[in-house]
C-alpha cells in the first residue's frame, strides 16, 4: 500500500474511530487472492470489546462505500484489536501493558541482550520493571530507558492474575 493511500485511509478513519474513544492502532492492505483485506487494529486504556469492533465496522464500511476511498475492487474488511502478544511501539502501548509481563530486547545503550520482566510503572524517560528472580531468588528491580529499547513485546502469561484479582 502506497504512503498516501494509508495517509488518505487514516485521514478518513481517524475520526471514526475516536468517536468511538478508540486508537487507531494499525491500517494495513494486503492481497489474499483476488481480494484485498483491509485490516484496521484499534485499542483503548480498557481494551476493545467485539461489540465495539463490530459496530466500527459497520461505521468503516459505509464511510468507506460512501467515499470509494476502496475503489471499484473487491476487499474484506476486517476491525480488530491488537494480539496478546502486541508489539510495544507508542508511550501509550508501554502504559497499557503496566503489570504485564514483557520481553525486551535491548540496545548496546542498554546493555545490548534481552531480558523478560514486568512493568511496574512508566514515565515519560521509561521503564520501572521488575525482573524475575531465578532458582528461588528473589525478584530485583530495574530502570530501563526508552532509548535503551530496540524491540518490545508482551509476553503471553496463562496463570496471570487478573485486575480484580490484585485489587481484591
Same mark, same amino acid.
Given at each position: 500500500m502506497s504512503t498516501t493511500q494509508s495517509e488518505r485511509?487514516?485521514?478518513?478513519?481517524e475520526p471514526l474511530v475516536s468517536a468511538k474513544e478508540l486508537d487507531l492502532e494499525e491500517i494495513e492492505v494486503s492481497r489474499a487472492g483476488r481480494r484485498r483485506v483491509l485490516r484496521i487494529i484499534v485499542d483503548s +486504556? *480498557?481494551?476493545?470489546?467485539?461489540?465495539a469492533c463490530a459496530e466500527l465496522s459497520r461505521a468503516i %464500511?459505509?464511510?468507506? +462505500? *460512501?467515499?470509494g476511498a476502496m475503489g471499484e475492487d473487491e476487499y474484506?474488511?476486517?476491525?480488530? %484489536?491488537?494480539g496478546a502478544d502486541r508489539p510495544l511501539t507508542e508511550h501509550r502501548h508501554y502504559v497499557r501493558a503496566t503489570g504485564r509481563l514483557v520481553k525486551l530486547q535491548l540496545t548496546a545503550?542498554?546493555?545490548a541482550g534481552e531480558l523478560v520482566a514486568r512493568i511496574?510503572?512508566?514515565d515519560d524517560d521509561g521503564l520501572d520493571l521488575e525482573v524475575p528472580g531465578v532458582k528461588g531468588r528473589r525478584p530485583t528491580s530495574r530502570r530501563v530507558a526508552f532509548d535503551e529499547i530496540a524491540k518490545a513485546r508482551v509476553e503471553i502469561e496463562f496463570n496471570r492474575k487478573d485486575k480484580k484479582e490484585e485489587e481484591a
Open positions: 485511509l487514516r485521514g478518513l478513519l +486504556d *480498557e481494551g476493545v470489546e467485539l461489540d %464500511s459505509e464511510k468507506l +462505500d *460512501e467515499t474484506v474488511l476486517e476491525v480488530s %484489536s491488537p545503550e542498554g546493555a511496574i510503572a512508566v
